[in-house]
């Protein structure tokens, strides 16, 4: 295995054959030095605007050093005042960065990034005389973080407590949020500028809630410098480069990237690396899909499938299989390895890295719904119990009267090398169960099955899902919330914009001419517990497959 004291690469099979077929030209071609370097060339000209102003990551081991001592001032203020319970109000790298330092490092952080209103109103509800909260955004115009700081305010003024002396709000400096937090008297904490979301993990965006709730962000940072000169050295041992040829060089493109947790000790680390590789490659109509299955059992690898085994730092084990590489390190250096991998991946692919066209796009379908005043389309085309069905994307629906129907027609429009995406718009927390959905169907399907709960996964794999190859079948779950909860401020609520979210991503989706089966529970418990008899009913006859 090719390791150094912090991270390891080993490959098998195709993967194998990548590393010897692209590695020796990326040296040659000094990527590792130019990237570490900023160079902004490294995707092509049509990319350089974009890589000119997102290439600050390569650095942050070093430069976020000042961040360290500040956030352990201010866990020092707000222990002394007994404020233990850290929130985090935030999307996309905003939250997943801080979700795996947090759970790595076994400490508590409640991370809300959500608009469904009962997760909301959860979160407000928990412990709010111990609650510090941690708002981040670039800029203050992500709706969701925007509308959970209004949330938040609302609830520490109604409870008599000064929002001020409560929420840190973190973003770029000379933002309208920086400017607007900084008048209104909160604490402000700026980020590097030039540094895009998904590779934010090692800015403030990943630093001052991980830090706040407990983790050794120093030791991260640690972590991360330590192997940053070997990433930017053009050497054909350099991990970054053979991780980077694996993901992006596999000849034909095994395309579907299986995340398995195989040991390793960072907590949740293929949530983030599915932001991260499907927001950075999916688009132009290629690309590469995430797909998490954590330890779930998986067989043999299909022929489109990269199968990525997530090892302990100390795993020296080299896989077997046709096409399949072994990562281990620290959390740390294992977050920089990916960032560049990922980099190096998408020059492979001929791709920019950095941009993300299609979640703006959804943003703006989302954004037109809202103030239209609608969202949940057209009526649907028939109601079964507490579950309404809508079929988006083409006439493929047929005579499907009851939802088991519906399934089975959507999962007999799986292209060949197809991949079935579930959506879920509930409360990720006190649904969590439905995720078990996904075994069942890759089994039923033996092709890769993803999950994402929303609005979470828009940021993430939902730029792949409308960018990437015209491969996907889409299965969108949505409910009637308990209880609505209004937005401070605001002429929408919280439901009003969850509903908005699902139809723009439903509408894009299938201008795109993906299908896309909505299934809407208009009683949350009977319409929960019906969708999962129903899925049970289409997935019985399992193939025994691969469940990936």
Known sequence: MQSSSAVAVAAAGAAADAVS???????????????????????????????????????????????????EGLRSEFQAKSLTHVVLCGMGGSSLAPEVICETAGVPLTVLDSSQPDMVRAALQDRLEQTVVVVSSKSGSTVETDSQRRAYEKAFNDAGIDPTERIVVVTDPGSPLDKDARGAGYTVVNADPDVGGRYSALTAFGLVPSG???????????????????????????????????????????????????????????????QLIAESTGKDGKGLLPVVVGTSSVGG??????????????DDSTPQGAADVAVGGSLGASMLLWEAAVAVAGRLL?????????????KAASRELLSAGTGGGDAPAFTDGAIEVRALGGDWLGGATDVSAAID??????????????????DRIADQSLADVRV???????????????????????????????????????????QDLEVPGRDFTFGDFITSQSGGDAKVLADHGRPVLQLHLTEHDQGLTQLTQAISQATQSSQGGSAS
């Open 350 to 362: 001929g791709i920019n890295p950095f941009d993300q066209p299609d979640v703006e796009s959804a």
């Open 440 to 482: 069942a169907f890759a089994a039923k399907l033996d092709r890769p099955v993803t999950f994402g709960w929303a609005p979470r996964f828009l940021h993430s794999t939902g730029q792949y899902h409308k960018g990437g190859p015209a491969i996907g079948i889409y299965l969108q779950i949505t409910t009637t919330p308990r």
């Open 21 to 71: 077929a692209h590695v020796p030209q990326l040296v040659t071609d000094k990527v590792a030095s130019r990237l570490f370097a900023q160079d902004k060339t490294l995707w092509g000209s049509a990319a350089e605007d974009e890589a000119g102003k997102r290439l600050s990551w390569v650095g942050l081991p070093h430069s976020s050093r000042p961040l360290v001592g500040q956030i």
């Open 212 to 274: 706040l709730a407990g983790a050794d962000v120093g030791a991260l940072l640690d972590d991360a410098e330590a192997v940053a000169d070997l990433f930017a050295t053009d050497d054909e041992d350099n991990p970054a480069l053979r991780l980077g040829a694996v993901l992006g060089g596999t000849s034909p493109l095994r395309d579907k990237v299986i995340l398995i947790d195989a040991g390793t000790k960072n907590v949740g680390f293929g949530d983030w690396a599915e």
């Open 301 to 314: 690898l299909l022929d489109d499938e990269l199968g990525v085994h997530l090892v302990a730092g100390d």
């Open 409 to 426: 027609a959507l999962l007999a429009q799986m292209p060949h090398h197809g991949y079935l995406a579930v959506m879920a718009y509930l």
